[in-house]
């Protein structure tokens, strides 16, 4: 990206280069109160000065270019810097394939380091706007998408290279792109093959939720019953998976795009088989059980799923206060039903009483 | 017992802001030596890295939040650095200034001022008592994170930044705005110089994901995280408006918190993940909000939704016999973890009516996040 002299520059320090002697350097100014005991590593210092000097002189070069990228390297989370270059990489119109080159590393290295996600998002609008502006047309929408799919393709080398398959920052990445470059509908595979990797990644659990509201939504019949049946397999493949029953959930009980409980039959036979093949191995599935206590309440069952709790108080100890509360809850609601009920038994039997009242008078006021 | 286990707190917290202090007066040493030495470097580390090394000392992008972390862990501790003359106490009045840039503060007396710096700035004026190193006579600083607020109503972390809003900065906001509310508005309501309060409520409201935690931003966009989900119930506690929630996000939000809890008693962050000290402030502190708003039934405390003994348990093991809590039971203890274990620990002793931490840990505010006792006096 440097022009070939200041290449054969690059190690000396920047005050001994011959392409920046008209530049003169700013010291920071540490204000009325300076913290005297601060003082800057070799390099640090030299480069800090030479950029404040450019950024007050208000020039976008190479050279600047250049100088943004030693900045970064000092101190990546340098915004000021990060910015400045990409003045210079639209003022200077610089080939942004070649930053998107360069910005590889930064992002690989440092994954949680914001300013790089964001850099690199401004990188592929930006390479949308230029491949536009220069041949409009299907063929500048095809450069475009190729551009955005290699985008995610990194998203998942970066992943890789860290062996982290959970970083939130990469994650926000990808999901601008897709919802940018509309590419959700070839979202799917991915998903299911992060998930094959492990059933138990929740980023690609919730990355797969949004990316089915984005595809279809109101949500269909269909689209429910095929999103219930991949839990479904993912459950008989590892019962005890927090994340594949927090998904069941996320399409039946109450709610926008849900249907009741008691409307997926295969569920509650699922749930029974769990809970039986459990049984056999001498262990337990609380969340099997947890969505039958759901199932019972949504039937109306409540005896039925107050036994659930009072299971899961016993098998699940640790949260055994927290499915107290939910039975206590529950009777709560009862109560108040329990109420009406007996409200409502007692106005019949009133106006039954009161019917055959009427019809023992009526016979004798026709007589 | 209590008061020893106290006093290891307070000495590892003292120890360690030492330590920082004068690591900041060796870079000057180490600077000099290094320019003395040039073909060496550093412990044989050759210029260039030694370099490199220094410059991650210097570039410390949240130094001015750590000494609130370290400070506030110290008050929550009981201690009252305020009334004290110690060297410590000027040195620390001495940095906060010095990282004070037009209205804002900055991590750092070298970098530029942003949100979560200044707000760190507003809680040690409020810790240590000296509203004057705001220097916000003129409501200066208020307008400065006034000034953050993004058009979709919530705040970004730099001005001009084009960073979009998130969670954390919406939640450091309202927290620095309340804090810096003028007394005679103290509880008096919303916090009215908030551009279109119910509306940052409802971009709030919209983390809240299908497993009812909440994410980073809006729409399903980020996974469900304890951190957002305790930084979007403070903020909506701030604003008034948690009863906004329905009935139904109330009973999701509570399944979802309640299930935090993993076997040996610690708290996680994420389902699948590990049991982390600093989740029991997130965890605890949102399900104390959650339940003691209006409208949650029936009735609830702490101590009805966690196993608070085992809780005890798992964070006395991430305690260090030195002083200090680590993320998990055996690493070592850090200023993070240790104010945000001790935050969450306090919590959970004075939701029991019998702890027998109560007595070494003040109350902590669930939303402004210091000791209850220091909240009068903003």
């Known amino acids: ?367 | 017992m209590a008061v020893e286990r106290a006093q290891k707190h307070l000495q590892y917290l003292d120890a360690f802001l030492a330590r920082g202090f004068k690591t900041l007066h060796y870079l000057d040493q180490l600077r000099a030596q290094l320019s003395e030495s040039e073909t060496t470097g550093l412990f044989g580390l050759g210029p260039e890295k030694s370099g490199k090394l220094l410059a991650a000392c210097v570039a410390e992008t949240s130094l001015l939040s750590a000494l609130y972390w370290v400070i506030c862990a110290g008050a929550l501790l009981g201690r009252n650095l305020s009334s004290e003359d110690s060297e410590s106490l000027s040195q620390v009045l001495h940095l906060v200034r010095s990282c004070r840039k037009g209205a804002g503060f900055a991590p750092h007396p070298s970098h530029e001022p942003d949100l979560l710096s200044t707000v760190s700035a507003v809680q040690l004026s409020v810790i240590l008592k000296r509203p004057e190193i705001l220097e916000d006579g003129t409501g200066a600083t208020r307008k400065y994170i006034l000034s953050l607020q993004l058009p979709d109503g919530s705040f970004t972390s730099r001005i001009g930044s084009a960073e979009e809003g998130d969670c954390r900065f919406t939640f450091a906001a309202l927290c620095g705005l309340s804090l810096l509310r003028e007394p005679g508005a103290k509880d008096g309501g919303e916090l009215e110089e908030v551009r279109d309060p119910a509306m940052v409520a409802e971009w709030l409201l919209n983390c809240q994901n299908l497993d009812g935690g909440f994410g980073c931003r809006p729409k399903g966009e980020c996974e469900s995280h304890a951190g957002h989900t305790f930084c979007c119930l403070a903020g909506l506690s701030l604003l008034q408006m948690i009863p906004r929630m329905t009935h139904r996000s109330r009973q999701r939000l509570i399944r979802w918190l309640g299930s935090r809890q993993c076997e040996g008693g610690g708290i996680n962050g994420r389902p699948g993940k590990k049991a982390d000290a600093c989740y029991t402030w997130w965890t605890l502190a949102s399900a104390k909000l959650i339940l003691s708003s209006e409208g949650s039934s029936p009735s609830a405390t702490l101590a009805d939704l966690f196993d608070l003994p085992a809780l005890e348990k798992f964070l006395e093991e991430c305690a260090s016999p030195d002083g200090g809590v680590a993320p998990h039971p055996g690493d070592d203890p850090d200023p993070f973890h240790t104010f945000f274990g001790l935050s969450g620990w306090s919590l959970a002793a004075h939701a029991q009516a019998d702890a027998s931490t109560k007595g070494w840990l003040q109350d902590m505010h669930a939303s402004l996040v210091l000791p209850v006792g220091l909240t009068g006096t903003v």
Request: glycine share 4%; proline share 4%; with cysteine.
């Open chain 1, 1 to 367: 990206m440097a022009t070939e002299p200041e290449n054969l520059e690059d190690d000396l320090p920047y005050s001994q280069r011959e392409s920046w002697k008209d530049i003169v350097p700013v010291p920071q100014n540490d204000g009325p109160h300076p913290l005297a005991v601060i003082k800057y590593p070799l390099g640090f210092e030299e480069v800090h000065n030479y950029f404040r000097a450019i950024q007050q002189r208000n020039e976008t070069s190479q050279r600047a270019l250049h100088l943004t990228a030693d900045v970064i390297e000092h101190n990546s989370a340098n915004y000021t810097a990060w910015y400045y270059r990409r003045r210079c990489l639209k003022d200077l119109g610089i080939d942004l394939e070649d930053e998107r080159i360069f910005t590889d590393k930064w992002a690989r290295d440092c994954p949680k380091n914001y300013q790089v996600w964001y850099h690199r998002r401004w990188l592929v609008s930006e390479m949308a706007t230029r491949a536009r502006s220069r041949t409009p047309g299907p063929e500048a929408e095809e450069t475009i998408q190729q551009i955005a799919k290699s985008e995610l393709d990194y998203h998942l080398e970066c992943m890789r290279v860290n062996s982290d398959y959970k970083n939130y920052n990469g994650w926000s990445h990808r999901q601008f792109i897709l919802q940018q470059f509309n590419l959700w509908h070839e979202e799917l595979p991915f998903v299911e093959q992060l998930l094959e990797e492990d059933i138990r990644n929740n980023s690609a659990w919730n990355h797969r939720y949004t990316t089915v509201r984005h595809q279809s939504w109101p949500f269909t019949d269909s689209i429910r019953d095929r999103e219930l049946n991949f839990a479904m397999q993912a459950i008989r493949k590892c019962a005890n998976n927090e994340c594949a029953w927090n998904y069941l959930s996320a399409f039946l009980g109450d709610g926008d795009g849900k249907v009741p409980w008691t409307s997926a039959p295969a569920v509650e036979m699922l749930c029974r088989e769990v809970v039986e093949v459990a049984t056999q191995e001498g262990t337990s599935c609380c969340f099997a059980i947890q969505a039958l206590a759901n199932i019972h309440e949504a039937k109306g069952e409540i005896q039925a799923a107050l036994e659930q709790y009072e299971q899961l108080k016993e098998l699940d100890r640790i949260r055994g206060k927290y499915w107290s509360w939910r039975a206590a809850s529950l009777r709560g609601m009862q109560m108040p039903a329990l109420f009406a009920f007996l409200l409502l038994q007692a106005l019949l039997r009133r106006s039954i009483c009161d019917r055959r009242r009427r019809q023992r008078k009526a016979p004798t006021a026709s007589r």
